[in-house]
């Protein structure tokens, strides 16, 4: 089966998103919140390499009108994958400040989504799309395999266990928000399939992987 997912937005949703990542990117400096800035930045760069290198120039799956490609999906990977990267770090950390995290996120996306709508209009419009049915399998391949090595491990568990519960609701919960807003402002065409099944891979096919760094380097900086 084939999920289309499509966006068609003004020129000006860019250039508000990009002053919200530069304000999100301040605030996280303010809180000294360093890993979660290399995570996010991380977190870009590999969707990049996966939207252009693989979706665009190899499968020819994702396709562009109204804009120059390279510039337009960095800058798409650096949004959401920044965005989602750094987020979900932030939630992996537990500094009590969950949902004062998650609803600055919401909140930024809400704002740019929707302003962009209202004044946007004389504005050049751009329209992205990508078919997903080439590369969902190896989508879900990999959630399989992250989330079966989890459950390994906590089955062999004799002390305390992975919350594979939390981990879920991180990856589900960050994609859907993000899917619901642009379902919301009329950027993502009205569609329960998408919705559905972007929320449920692509954010958290990476959760497993993920907690997995996190771990390993919380476990480096714990005092001896």
Request: aromatic share 12%.
């Amino acid at each position: 089966m084939d999920v289309t997912a499509a966006r068609t937005f003004p020129t000006l949703f860019v250039w508000m998103d990009c002053a919200w990542l530069v304000v999100l990117a301040a605030i996280l400096l303010w809180r000294r919140k360093y890993l979660a800035i290399v995570v996010g930045l991380l977190g870009g760069i590999l969707y990049f390499l996966v939207d252009y290198g693989v979706f665009f120039l190899a499968l020819r799956t994702r396709e562009v009108t109204g804009a120059d490609p390279f510039p337009l999906l960095l800058w798409l990977s650096m949004s959401y994958g920044f965005t989602n990267m750094a987020w979900a770090w932030l939630l992996l950390d537990r500094d009590g400040r969950g949902v004062e995290w998650s609803l600055l996120v919401i909140c930024g996306w809400f704002a740019v989504a929707f302003m962009s709508a209202s004044f946007g209009a004389g504005f050049p419009v751009i329209r992205i799309q990508r078919g997903t049915g080439a590369y969902h399998g190896v989508m879900a391949l990999i959630l399989a395999a992250g989330y079966g090595a989890l459950i390994v491990r906590n089955l062999a568990a004799t002390g305390p266990r992975v919350d594979l519960l939390r981990l879920i609701a991180i990856g589900v919960g960050i994609q859907a928000a993000w899917e619901l807003v642009l379902l919301l402002s009329g950027i993502r065409p009205p569609s329960l399939v998408p919705f559905v099944v972007n929320s449920l891979l692509e954010t958290n096919l990476g959760m497993p992987y993920l907690f997995l760094i996190h771990e390993a380097l919380g476990r480096k900086r714990a005092p001896a």
